[in-house]
């Protein structure tokens, strides 16, 4: 690494270091290019700190209470009393180290790299800058700033203490009540979490539905769970108004108000093109919402992107996957150029909602002649043994023409875990036949697969 003036010049400059960006810094820097990190936040990003790794501990907690519960007519009687301290504490110790990322920036460096905290700045398709030090990349810069939690211009919201996904991960203590904006895989998980442990939620969506981006059946399954579960499912409902007194107070369209000590805003993720200087690569930062890659994770010429900024998904294991592509592409190496055909994603409620591939709408909307195959939980040998919890459904969505399965969902407990071989069809393009031919170990959830192979029509 040389400097010249306020300019150093290295091999890679990596623009936000969350999981994409980590493994692409520190997988350049371990093949021995010279790498310099920049991240104004904690390397490693928003999974191990405020994401997937904490609130996973949460719902682990909550599906035990919610286990216990089921004790009585199954296996005995039960008295359940919900204790967040241990839950809060374990987020701490285990998940993030009470938010220092002290081991993840060691370990960078320990594999070569430079690691610059600040929040850097695109000048150039070559040069970053950071708190007035420019770094210019004579081979590459790679672009993975990641995502920042939506919060729509509701009249009233702001400068009220309302929460996002942060300050709900943060919580040592739980509130006594709680309105839920957003009804995704991330409102939705929350929303079970906090019900498991005495919260009064209320969970409000502007679709019609729970989880909109996946089958009608799955997001109407879920609230009727969390009906079942006392949560107050509202859907379709637009947040007009917020007020704060002590407690919130969320005005719906249509004049409903509801009254809570707390606020969830759940409502999706944003890019922030305009605050990485994305203009200097040719993007219009007023219009885009994501950066236009290619099958390589190439940008521009000397430019790659990966993760939640490239629009192709918000989930940790697709910066991954990505972050090994464009590794490859930068050090010349053969690789297979991206596909997001078949593209896992899990709802981790309970019961579990994975999906891959398109739904049956997307597929109707591509021209594909779709056939559905689908299987309920309960009727299946397994749900039928697991009784009570069992809720859920295995549905898959086949191209007749191509005889091969183009989406699956997989709704109930283990879903996601059921997902793998559906995940896998879809990706390798397996004839339905072939899948009809298999041996599926009885009694399992994924047998239910057979069951819905068995009804594709």
Same mark, same amino acid.
């Given at each position: 690494?040389?400097?010249?003036?306020?300019?150093?010049?290295v091999d890679v400059?990596?623009?936000?270091?969350?999981?994409?960006? !980590?493994?692409?810094?520190?997988?350049l820097a371990s093949?021995?290019?010279?790498?310099?990190?920049?991240?104004?936040?904690?390397?490693?990003?928003?999974?191990?700190?405020?994401?997937?790794?904490?609130?996973?501990?949460?719902?682990?907690?909550?599906?035990?209470?919610?286990?216990?519960?089921?004790?009585?007519?199954?296996?005995?009687?039960?008295?359940?009393?919900?204790?967040?301290?241990?839950?809060?504490?374990?987020?701490?110790?285990?998940?993030?180290?009470?938010?220092?990322?002290?081991?993840?920036?060691?370990?960078?460096?320990?594999?070569?790299?430079?690691?610059?905290?600040?929040?850097?700045?695109?000048?150039?398709?070559?040069?970053?800058?950071?708190?007035?030090?420019?770094?210019?990349a004579t081979r590459?810069?790679?672009?993975?700033?990641? #995502?920042?939690?939506?919060?729509?211009?509701?009249?009233?919201?702001?400068?009220?203490?309302?929460?996002?996904?942060?300050?709900?991960?943060?919580?040592?203590?739980?509130?006594?009540?709680?309105?839920?904006?957003?009804?995704?895989?991330?409102?939705? &998980?929350?929303?079970?979490?906090?019900?498991?442990?005495?919260?009064?939620?209320?969970?409000? &969506?502007?679709?019609?539905?729970?989880?909109?981006?996946? !089958?009608?059946?799955?997001?109407?399954?879920?609230?009727?769970?969390?009906?079942?579960?006392?949560?107050?499912?509202? @859907?379709?409902?637009?947040?007009?108004?917020?007020?704060?007194?002590?407690?919130?107070?969320?005005?719906?369209?249509?004049?409903?108000?509801?009254?809570?000590?707390?606020?969830?805003?759940?409502?999706?993720?944003?890019?922030?093109?305009?605050?990485?200087?994305?203009?200097?690569?040719?993007?219009?930062?007023? @219009?885009?919402?994501?950066?236009?890659?290619?099958?390589?994770?190439?940008?521009?010429?000397?430019?790659?992107?990966?993760?939640?900024?490239?629009?192709?998904?918000?989930? #940790?294991?697709?910066?991954?996957?990505?972050?090994?592509?464009?590794?490859?592409?930068?050090?010349?190496?053969?690789?297979?150029?991206?596909?997001?055909?078949?593209?896992?994603?899990?709802?981790?409620?309970?019961?579990?909602?994975?999906?891959?591939?398109? #739904?049956?709408?997307?597929?109707?909307?591509?021209?594909?002649?779709?056939?559905?195959?689908?299987?309920?939980?309960?009727?299946?040998?397994?749900?039928?043994?697991?009784?009570?919890?069992?809720?859920?459904?295995?549905?898959?969505?086949?191209?007749?023409?191509?005889?091969?399965?183009?989406?699956?969902?997989?709704?109930?407990?283990?879903?996601?875990?059921?997902?793998?071989?559906?995940?896998?069809?879809?990706?390798?393009?397996?004839?339905?036949? !072939?899948?009809?031919?298999?041996?599926?170990?009885?009694?399992?959830?994924?047998?239910?697969?057979?069951?819905?192979?068995?009804?594709?029509?």
């Amino acid at each position: 690494m040389s400097g010249l003036g306020e300019v150093t010049t290295v091999d890679v400059v990596v623009l936000g270091m969350g999981p994409g960006g !980590e493994d692409v810094a520190g997988s350049l820097a371990s093949a021995g290019l010279s790498v310099v990190g920049i991240d104004a936040g904690l390397v490693g990003g928003e999974c191990p700190y405020w994401g997937c790794i904490p609130s996973k501990m949460m719902i682990r907690a909550a599906h035990l209470l919610a286990e216990a519960r089921r004790i009585p007519g199954m296996a005995g009687t039960s008295t359940v009393t919900p204790d967040w301290a241990p839950v809060a504490a374990r987020i701490r110790a285990e998940a993030t180290d009470n938010w220092d990322d002290t081991v993840a920036v060691d370990r960078f460096v320990g594999k070569g790299g430079t690691f610059v905290r600040g929040r850097g700045r695109l000048v150039a398709h070559d040069v970053v800058e950071v708190d007035g030090r420019r770094y210019q990349a004579t081979r590459a810069v790679v672009v993975a700033t990641g #995502t920042t939690a939506a919060v729509p211009p509701i009249p009233g919201l702001a400068g009220t203490p309302y929460w996002t996904n942060r300050q709900a991960i943060e919580a040592a203590v739980l509130p006594g009540s709680i309105i839920v904006l957003g009804g995704g895989a991330i409102g939705a &998980e929350l929303t079970q979490v906090y019900a498991r442990f005495g919260v009064d939620v209320t969970v409000v &969506e502007a679709a019609e539905r729970l989880l909109p981006m996946e !089958e009608p059946e799955a997001g109407d399954l879920l609230a009727d769970v969390f009906r079942n579960e006392g949560i107050d499912v509202i @859907t379709g409902a637009e947040a007009t108004g917020v007020s704060y007194d002590g407690k919130f107070r969320v005005v719906l369209a249509g004049g409903r108000e509801l009254v809570a000590e707390q606020l969830l805003v759940a409502t999706g993720r944003r890019v922030d093109l305009a605050g990485i200087g994305a203009e200097v690569l040719g993007i219009d930062v007023t @219009t885009a919402r994501a950066l236009p890659v290619d099958e390589h994770l190439r940008l521009t010429d000397g430019v790659w992107a990966v993760g939640d900024v490239t629009g192709r998904g918000a989930f #940790t294991h697709v910066a991954m996957y990505q972050s090994k592509i464009a590794t490859a592409d930068i050090l010349g190496e053969p690789h297979t150029p991206a596909d997001y055909t078949a593209l896992p994603r899990v709802a981790f409620t309970d019961p579990e909602v994975g999906a891959v591939g398109l #739904t049956a709408g997307a597929a109707r909307d591509a021209g594909i002649d779709v056939a559905i195959g689908r299987a309920d939980v309960p009727s299946t040998a397994r749900g039928w043994l697991h009784k009570t919890g069992n809720e859920g459904f295995i549905q898959l969505v086949a191209d007749r023409d191509r005889g091969v399965l183009v989406g699956a969902t997989s709704m109930g407990p283990n879903g996601g875990e059921v997902l793998g071989l559906l995940t896998l069809a879809v990706h390798a393009r397996t004839p339905i036949e !072939e899948l009809r031919s298999m041996i599926y170990a009885y009694p399992t959830f994924h047998r239910g697969i057979e069951d819905a192979l068995r009804g594709l029509a």
